[in-house]
């Protein structure tokens, strides 16, 4: 923020001034001539800052949005020469900018299908809609992207940079970008396409797919790259796994280490939060759920406690095999289902059974680290006769069914 400060507000103002005014409808042309020093030369960070000024000083999102397209044209040819420091192709930033490389193909593909399109009919060639149903439906994996952003760099951002409000904005045309993509997708799955429509709407994918990159990599990133520890960052990057990549190959795993700063005050770092022992027991105790957890040499190393167990457990199978605790006709399943989870060759392994008059669903679940070495088995046990008689919808709260 001190490259901002140093200005000492006067830039700010002005180009608050002039954003006002455009947003206002007053005449862009005298604006842009008196403040035209300053939009030659504004920044990524001034203009997070200005942004988020205006929707602090009580512009709406809307009103704001509405006239984004004409700020960002105006500062366009500043922004677009500002040259910043870009991180190395395994961090998270760069990751995300190959995902736009691969989706500016993807719209210069459906541009050019689009030249294609004979004037005089109001209808498609066959070939030609296949084509772009086809793009468009690569297109929907882009969805990830803004899934990334949204739940794993913005939050970030929020608690590092205080300027932040704009994201509200870009949060927006990803929802516009869904909804467009959605609507194409409808019009191209019918038999016969109005070209009329199809057209107006790709005119609306275009002017948010594009420009969302163009404010991504000279506005947001730059400013997010400077604002974030390097720390951050790798957290981002192991959370990303979660929600998976588009069009590239996923980056090599982080291997995560959990220090003694991971233990203060009590909490243990479970990666996507803290909690002391107190609160995990009593969360799995919780659970409508009965669960065992065995390490990867076969020992029985905690089994969950909550009031009514399917089946019953005491506290001196810790530490026992789990082959000895199973009767000798049945140990072949457990070898089966072990020797499964530690090749590689499966991850689950599902069972049911009713038993006094209830059915209980057994399942088994190989657990890995992040480098995809096994580390156990967890096996979780449920009554879903409840679940199984379930029908229609329940929408409402309901305290009394």
């Given at each position: 923020m001190s490259e901002f400060t140093s200005n000492n507000g006067l830039r700010l103002e002005a180009l608050a001034d002039f954003s006002r005014g455009m947003i206002r409808g007053e005449n862009g042309k005298m604006l842009i001539e008196k403040h035209n020093e300053v939009i030659a030369s504004v920044t990524p960070m001034e203009t997070m800052v200005l942004l988020d000024l205006l929707l602090q000083e009580g512009f709406s999102n809307d009103l704001v949005k509405a006239s984004l397209g004409k700020l960002i044209n105006t500062f366009y040819s500043s922004l677009n020469a500002c040259e910043w420091e870009k991180p190395d192709e395994s961090h998270f930033l760069s990751c995300l900018m190959r995902e736009n490389r691969a989706v500016e193909k993807i719209m210069k593909d459906i541009k050019s299908l689009l030249?294609?399109?004979?004037?005089t009919e109001n209808s498609l060639n066959a070939k030609i809609k296949a084509d772009l149903l086809k793009l468009i439906n690569e297109l929907k994996l882009y969805e990830l992207h803004y899934i990334k952003k949204e739940n794993i760099l913005f939050p970030i951002i929020e608690k590092t940079f205080p300027q932040y409000r704009c994201l509200q904005l870009m949060w927006s045309f990803h929802d516009d970008f869904r909804k467009i993509v959605k609507s194409i997708g409808a019009i191209l799955s019918e038999a016969v396409p109005d070209k009329v429509i199809l057209i107006r709407e790709l005119g609306k994918l275009f002017f948010v797919v594009l420009p969302v990159i163009f404010r991504e990599e000279q506005i947001?990133?730059?400013?997010?790259?400077?604002?974030?520890?390097?720390?951050?960052?790798?957290?981002?990057?192991?959370?990303?796994?979660?929600?998976?990549?588009?069009?590239?190959?996923?980056?090599?795993?982080?291997?995560?280490?959990?220090?003694?700063?991971?233990?203060?005050?009590?909490k243990v770092n479970l990666g996507t939060g803290s909690l002391t022992p107190g609160q995990i027991s009593m969360l799995f105790d919780s659970l409508p759920v009965d669960i065992t957890f065995v390490d990867e040499n076969d020992e029985v190393c905690y089994f969950s406690g909550g009031k009514v167990r399917i089946f019953p457990r005491s506290?001196?199978?810790?530490?026992?095999?789990?082959?000895?605790?199973?009767?000798?006709?049945?140990?072949?399943?457990?070898?089966?289902?072990?020797?499964?989870?530690r090749s590689g060759t499966r991850d689950s392994a599902d069972f049911w059974i009713q038993m006094k008059g209830r059915f209980i669903q057994i399942r088994y679940f190989a657990i890995r680290n992040e480098l995809g070495e096994y580390k156990g088995t967890i096996e979780v046990s449920q009554d879903v006769t409840g679940i199984r008689s379930l029908q229609g919808e329940r929408r409402l709260l309901d305290w009394n069914t």
């Open positions: 030249k294609l399109l004979p004037k947001v990133f730059p400013v997010a790259y400077r604002a974030i520890p390097a720390r951050s960052w790798d957290e981002m990057m192991q959370q990303s796994f979660e929600v998976g990549w588009c069009y590239i190959a996923p980056p090599s795993k982080l291997r995560t280490v959990i220090s003694e700063r991971d233990m203060l005050n009590g506290k001196a199978i810790i530490g026992r095999k789990v082959q000895n605790c199973h009767p000798h006709e049945s140990v072949h399943i457990v070898n089966e289902i072990v020797d499964a989870f």
